[in-house]
């Protein structure tokens, strides 16, 4: 038995620098014909200079084509005039994640910013979590996405790697608002995190959350919902920085995605979605157009490594049912 | 400034065995004059032998007067003819926590068992989560410890390590129900878990919850309410079972213990209520007459160290402006 995937994309990927950037980039343009790159970077990824550099940085690692789109961080800094030549603008408020110590405060500051962003077709990406208590972050967010979808009706707004039913309910209820669903946020629950023992391999912004909020998702993603794209999150951070005290949000599930999504949506019998929520979705709500890839997997069991790259990779030492060709 | 409590009791605490035991029981021995020591070892002290002989074993490394209670682990084979001389029986519901697999699956065949402790004098202290979602389980369990009050009116029932309001509001309404309370419940909540970083050394069962939960229990903490003792739960675990992938449950308090809730108490104007917290209830409530033992905490920074005997200590390498004198 096999899947072939038409061009498979990943609207939300990172990818890091450095060493971490030679062993995510290879694999996630193995398996996705592209993606778009976060750029949480420290100093981060502001401009469309910067972006092009990380891209061209990036590509390097690659080892084939691989279509990139590389999101701007949207700092105070950032005016209308630099919006020339970028697709998509990533809001993080300020200390919510990894990398967002450089993020925005007042939204409200921004309103020139999201005209222009309106007029030129460029999208907004946000990392949707206010500081409030850590599993009421992103429902808190959720007056201010509707804030923002009816101040700017033109403005594609991606609610990115929603994790809670608070979101889900927005989706239908604005024209404009988008999301991203990553697989751990599909496979997992707080009490995977944490219900016995803690797991730091499963620790990400925003958290895991109840069973509720996760079968709201599955549905989302199994009826492949026209504006929710896939978009993994895979964050490759050394296994010293995500276990110990260091404990960084992220989880590297780049090398297991598609096999781990076949897995799952072939268990709730939901397969006939998978091409359109891990590549038809994406390619119409962000415009992109990969060279055309065919990916198959075929129903053979991988056995996750223990350790990739000094990365503990998510679903380490298990096996999933399905494998790249 | 100093602070003289007269004999200091810890209501809960987890000694362990071996190494640990070597270097745990030291440390509540020099601050405490005594305590109940939990029985969830592997095996399970569930007989009064096994207690008696844990306990030899505890005060033969505590290097000074120490009046220990040994709980009995409530598992299927204890009979109402085991009772004779035991104090504490300790009921874990299956699964739950650290050292819970010899629990308890159903609480109703243990009619004649609970009837013969009410009979007796003989306390049931509870670990009272179900396996439910994480973060419900203990507001699950409330109307399990509703059902065992009503049953066994005579029966003293202590709900152990409460960490959230569904069970302070039980604590008036039954005459019956008491409780213990950490140091950890009363400083942290969920955010401080993995609301930023996740730290591996604040994971515990209960888990932390909310401000709002953490706000009842010190209103009780800092009235000395009348039905609650201070058991620190303290449970050391070597470095290696805490951080990485082992991820264990338990916070290991004890070396930190008065210092911190005089600082916490001081901080809330609640210095008042300390003697009666940390002693003078668990007395009443337990029936507990150690020898006098003044401790005196002083005003002067104790610096925690980073690990005591492979263990991270709570609060490592933070500074805490009380120290024992």
Redesign the interface.
């Known amino acids: 038995m096999e899947i072939k995937l038409v061009s498979p994309f990943d609207a939300h990927l990172h990818l890091r620098d450095g060493d971490l950037l030679k062993t995510a980039a290879p694999i996630s343009a193995r398996a996705f014909a592209g993606a778009i790159a976060m750029p949480n970077l420290t100093p981060p990824i502001a401009s469309l200079e910067a972006a092009n550099a990380y891209k061209a940085r990036i590509l390097a690692h690659c080892g084939e084509p691989f279509e990139l789109v590389a999101a701007i961080y949207l700092t105070p800094a950032l005016a209308a005039r630099d919006l020339e030549g970028v697709k998509i603008v990533k809001l993080y408020p300020i200390g919510v994640t990894t990398g967002a110590e450089s993020g925005v405060t007042d939204i409200d500051r921004y309103d020139r910013l999201f005209g222009a962003m309106s007029d030129r077709g460029a999208i907004l990406s946000v990392h949707g979590e206010t500081n409030g208590?850590?599993?009421a972050r992103e429902a808190q967010f959720a007056p201010i996405y509707e804030n923002l979808a009816k101040r700017y009706p033109r403005l594609k707004i991606v609610m990115e790697h929603i994790s809670s039913i608070a979101l889900v309910n927005l989706l239908d209820r604005y024209e404009n608002l988008f999301a991203t669903i990553t697989l751990h946020h599909l496979l997992y629950?707080?009490?995977d995190?944490?219900?016995g023992?803690?797991?730091?391999?499963l620790?990400c912004k925003p958290?895991v959350k109840?069973?509720a909020d996760r079968g709201a998702l599955r549905k989302l993603a199994f009826a492949a919902h026209p504006k929710v794209s896939f978009g993994s999150d895979s964050a490759p951070h050394l296994r010293a920085a995500k276990?110990?005290?260091?404990?960084?949000?992220g989880v590297f599930s780049a090398p297991v995605l598609l096999p781990a999504l076949a897995e799952l949506f072939e268990a709730h019998s939901a397969l006939g979605a998978l091409q359109a929520f891990v590549s038809d979705n994406a390619r119409r709500i962000y415009g992109v157009a990969p060279a055309e890839k065919i990916v198959t997997l075929i129903k053979r069991p991988t056995i996750v490594p223990d350790e990739i790259g000094g990365v503990?990779p998510l679903l380490a030492g298990e096996t999933i049912a399905w494998s790249l060709a």
């Open positions: 208590e850590v599993l629950t707080l009490d995190l944490l219900g023992r803690l797991n730091p391999h620790f958290i109840t069973a276990e110990g005290a260091s404990g960084a949000a503990v």
